[in-house]
C-alpha cells in the first residue's frame, strides 16, 4: 500500500531507520558509508537511492533497471502504479537525473528481454547532459543479468573504491583465466 502510486519509496524511509538503528547497537557500522545493489526493479530502487536519499546512501550499484516506468512493460509497471499520470514522470529515475549525488554503477545486458535496455541508456543520456560521474557497464549479448562473474567483481571492486577508499586490484595485470 505504501508504494502504490509511488514505487520510489521502495521501502527506503524503513531501511534507512533500520540501518541506523542497527548501528546503534553494533557500532562496527558505520552509517556514513552505505551502499546498495540492486537488479531489475532493484536496480530502479538502487539508483534511486543515490537520486532520492543521497544524504544516507553514498553508493549504488543499478543492475537492469526500469529507470522510467513509462517504457517498460504495462502490465508490471500498472499493477504497482496504476494509470499513467504525473506520477510517472516525478518517479522517473530519467527524469530526476540532476540529482544525483555520490557514486552509481549501471549495468545493463546487452539483449535483455525483460527490461528493455534502452531505459538504462537512456538514463546514462540523461546523466550525461546533467554533467554528472558515473560508471556504465554494458554486457554483450547477455540477457536480464546482473552480469555474472564479471558483473560480481565490477560490483565488489565499485563498493570497494568508494565505500572503502581502496583501490581494487588491476585485473589487467593478473593472470588470464581462460
Same mark, same amino acid.
Given at each position: 500500500?505504501? %508504494?502504490?502510486?509511488? #514505487? ?12 541506523? +538503528?542497527?548501528?546503534? $547497537? ?9 551502499? #546498495? ?11 534511486? +537511492? ?13 543492475? %537492469? ?24 514522470? !516525478? ?17 545493463? =545486458?546487452?539483449? *535483455? ?8 541508456? @537512456? ?8 554533467? $554528472?560521474?558515473?560508471?556504465?557497464? #554494458? #554486457?554483450? =549479448?547477455? *540477457?536480464?543479468?546482473? =552480469?555474472?562473474?564479471?558483473? !560480481?567483481?565490477? @560490483?565488489? *571492486?565499485?563498493?570497494? @573504491? ?11 595485470? +593478473?593472470?588470464?583465466?581462460?
Amino acid at each position: 500500500d505504501v %508504494c502504490w502510486k509511488n #514505487i520510489k519509496d521502495a521501502g527506503f524511509p524503513d531501511r534507512i531507520l533500520w540501518i541506523k +538503528a542497527a548501528a546503534a $547497537k553494533y557500532p562496527y557500522i558505520d552509517t556514513t558509508r552505505v551502499g #546498495i545493489y540492486g537488479g531489475s526493479a532493484g536496480g530502479q530502487n538502487a539508483a534511486g +537511492a543515490v537520486l532520492f536519499h543521497p544524504d544516507f546512501y553514498k553508493a549504488a550499484v543499478a543492475a %537492469c533497471g526500469c529507470h522510467d516506468n513509462r517504457m517498460d512493460k504495462m502490465w508490471w509497471n500498472e499493477s504497482w502504479m496504476g494509470e499513467i499520470g504525473p506520477h510517472y514522470k !516525478e518517479q522517473s529515475n530519467i527524469e530526476n537525473d540532476a540529482k544525483l549525488q555520490g557514486h552509481l554503477l549501471l549495468m545493463v =545486458g546487452e539483449q *535483455d528481454r525483460n527490461v528493455p535496455p534502452e531505459t538504462t541508456i @537512456r538514463f546514462a543520456d540523461a546523466l550525461i547532459k546533467a554533467n $554528472k560521474e558515473f560508471d556504465f557497464v #554494458i #554486457i554483450p =549479448g547477455a *540477457d536480464h543479468t546482473d =552480469g555474472g562473474p564479471y558483473g !560480481e567483481r565490477k @560490483r565488489r *571492486d565499485f563498493f570497494v @573504491r568508494w565505500l572503502h577508499g581502496v583501490n581494487p586490484p588491476d585485473w589487467n595485470q +593478473a593472470p588470464a583465466r581462460r
